[in-house]
């Protein structure tokens, strides 16, 4: 069975950082694609970065480039997304996201097809 456990959020000023985690269970890491996305209120979720399977090809949306950083620890089934220069744009709930890795949907963009979902980490990042 599946599950995905985010932590790490919280409220912040603005420049500051976090680090949110991204705790699978029921599989094993290395070849799953692992996305982040976030919704903000009142607005759609958006995904937010990405890492492909085994080569670990990173991708990111434009508004968070050079400032947020997806990361992997194979060994503690655990993924992370560092963010730093926080702004008040960044607030919402985000979401630890995967798919399962198959021949068909292995040239798909990462954030693209997730199957399976965390129940989500609040930021907050006051104006």
């Known amino acids: 069975q599946v599950q995905l456990v985010e932590s790490g959020g919280g409220s912040v000023r603005p420049g500051e950082s976090l680090r949110l985690s991204c705790v699978a269970s029921?599989?094993?890491?290395?070849?799953?694609?692992m996305a982040w996305f976030r919704q903000a209120p009142g607005k759609e979720r958006e995904g937010v970065a990405c890492?492909?399977?085994?080569?670990?090809?990173?991708h990111y949306v434009d508004s968070v480039k050079g400032r947020f950083t997806i990361s992997r620890d194979n060994a503690k089934n655990t993924v992370y997304l560092e963010m730093n220069d926080l702004k008040s744009e960044d607030t919402a709930v985000y979401y630890c996201?995967?798919?399962?890795?198959?021949?068909?949907?292995?040239?798909?963009?990462?954030?693209?097809?997730?199957?399976?979902w965390g129940k989500g980490t609040r930021v907050t990042v006051p104006s």
């Open positions: 996201a995967t798919r399962v890795p198959t021949i068909a949907t292995e040239n798909l963009g990462c954030l693209l097809g997730m199957q399976f």
């Open positions: 029921g599989f094993t890491l290395d070849y799953y694609p």
């Open positions: 890492s492909s399977g085994i080569e670990d090809i990173t």
